[in-house]
Structures are given as C-alpha cells and as structure tokens.
C-alpha cells in the first residue's frame, strides 16, 4: 500500500479541482492534487513539494482532514486529506489537462475520482 496527499485548496469559500492528465491512469477524471508520498518524507513535506510541482504554487495546510483507502486494478493507496489554502494567484498546470475552483456544492457535477468523491462530506 502506497501513502498519497491531497491538498483540499480552498480559496475564497470554493475549492480547487484539477483535471487528471488523459494518459494517465483515471485520465480525465477530476481530483484534488496531490502525489505519492517519497521514502522517509513527512506528509506535509511531501504535499507542499507536490503542490509546487504540479502546480507552481505554495500553500499552508491548516489541518488533516481524514485518510481512506482506495485500491482498484492498478493503484492500492491510503489517501491523506488536508485543508489547504494558498496566498499565490498565478496557477501553472504541469500535470493536469485543466482546472477550476468551484462551490462546495458543486462538486458533486465533476466526474471526480472515486477516493476524492467519498471525502466531500467533510468539507
């Protein structure tokens, strides 16, 4: 089982989804970013250069929100969940094909990834 963090970035009352690459395992599907966590990498750590990465932003991460398991035919990861936020405007998508910040409310319109979906009632 593979660790994976996940920023919940939220800004301005809505939230920061991404669009997952179309070549990549769930491409297309909707999710909060994040990535697999390195060898002897704290969580925090590993968000944060995540974030930077896949996104060229910092955040804060306020606190951890929950952790599920998800395992399909390719993956078998527990998932970390961590409400973020970040002061920078600027995004740059290095991974994803696409990008939104949308109402709480609304999340449920995205054709999110499975493990992502099942954490929007503890937001």
């Not at 909060?32 to 990465?53: C, D, M, S, T, Y």
């Not at 952790?67 to 399909?72: C, Q, V």
């Not at 936020?85 to 409310?105: A, G, P, Q, R």
């Amino acid at each position: 089982m593979i660790d994976v963090v996940a920023a919940i970035i939220k800004k301005n009352n809505k939230y920061f989804i991404a669009q997952r690459n179309r070549n990549k395992h769930l491409g297309l599907q909707w999710e909060f970013p994040g990535g697999k966590v390195n060898n002897q990498e704290k969580f925090e750590n590993a968000l944060k250069r995540e974030i930077l990465e896949e996104l060229s932003i910092n955040i804060n991460i306020k606190k951890k929100i929950t952790s599920k398991k998800y395992k399909d035919k390719k993956v078998n990861v527990i998932l970390h969940y961590f409400m973020c936020e970040t002061f920078d405007d600027i995004i740059k998508l290095s991974e994803h094909e696409n990008m939104k910040w949308v109402d709480k409310n609304d999340l449920v319109n995205f054709n999110l990834t499975l493990g992502d979906s099942k954490i929007i009632k503890y937001l």
